[in-house]
T-cell receptor, first 112, second 113 residues
Framework: DTAVSQTPKYLVTQMGNDKSIKCEQN?????MYWYKQDSKKFLKIMFS???????INETVPNRFSPKSPDKAHLNLHINSLELGDSAVYFC???????????FGDGTRLSIL | AQSVSQHNHHVILSEAASLELGCNYS??????LFWYVQYPGQHLQLLLK??????LVKGIKGFEAEFIKSKFSFNLRKPSVQWSDTAEYFC???????????FGKGTLLTVNP
């Protein structure tokens, strides 16, 4: 009965590869997010979707492409992975944009 | 654009000590304020939130925070910390029409038994 679940939990891959991280929420929330947490624990928003519509797109390389097939899912696809992409990626959701966010357990991405 | 600053990077306390973690934000309009906690190896969890009304808000696990509008501050307090409070604490704010949640850089709290 996990509220926000993301897979995989760990992702180890080589530079130049393409990978995807999936996120699903069963809270009935309208808004979903992707965050990147760097090695110093700094959390920065990457994208936000409201009812499948992109509403926040921070300064993120266009190698990162979010996809929301429905309001319960927000997947993140990354092309041509680089060393600097190594981080923990968190998915989150909220009922509406101003409500508290519920976070997934994170995906630790390591680029070799 | 909104921003959040947390004054302390790392705070080390002994059990039963009192805690206050500073948080200041900059934004010209109405804001919603949050404190999140991240225990080692876990995801972020909401500790407490302020939207409006009583500026002193109480959260889970004995934490509270006070919103002082004139100082643009939302400091987190706990009268007596426990070893299990060891975690990273993040202050965050939303404001504006897109409700973007902006986090501070976090404060690592270490509580020694």
């Amino acid at each position: 009965d996990t509220a926000v679940s993301q897979t995989p939990k760990y992702l180890v891959t080589q530079m130049g590869n393409d990978k995807s991280i999936k996120c699903e929420q069963n809270l009935g929330h309208d808004t979903m997010y992707w965050y990147k947490q760097d090695s110093k624990k700094f959390l920065k928003i990457m994208f936000s979707y409201n009812n499948k519509e992109l509403i926040i797109n921070e300064t993120v390389p266009n190698r990162f492409s979010p996809k929301s097939p429905d309001k319960a899912h927000l997947n993140l696809h990354i092309n041509s992975l680089e060393l600097g992409d190594s981080a923990v990626y968190f998915c989150a959701s909220s009922a509406t944009g101003d409500q508290p966010q519920h976070f997934g357990d994170g995906t630790r991405l390591s680029i070799l | 654009a909104q921003s959040v600053s947390q004054h302390n990077h790392h705070v080390i306390l002994s059990e039963a000590a009192s805690l206050e973690l500073g948080c200041n934000y900059s934004y010209g309009g109405t804001v919603n304020l949050f404190w999140y906690v991240q225990y080692p190896g876990q995801h972020l969890q909401l500790l407490l939130k302020y939207f409006s009304g009583d500026p002193l808000v109480k959260g889970i696990k004995g934490f509270e925070a006070e919103f002082i509008k004139s100082k643009f501050s939302f400091n987190l307090r706990k009268p007596s910390v426990q070893w299990s409070d060891t975690a990273e604490y993040f202050c965050a704010v939303t404001g504006g029409s897109n409700y973007k949640l902006t986090f501070g850089k976090g404060t690592l709290l270490t509580v020694n038994p």
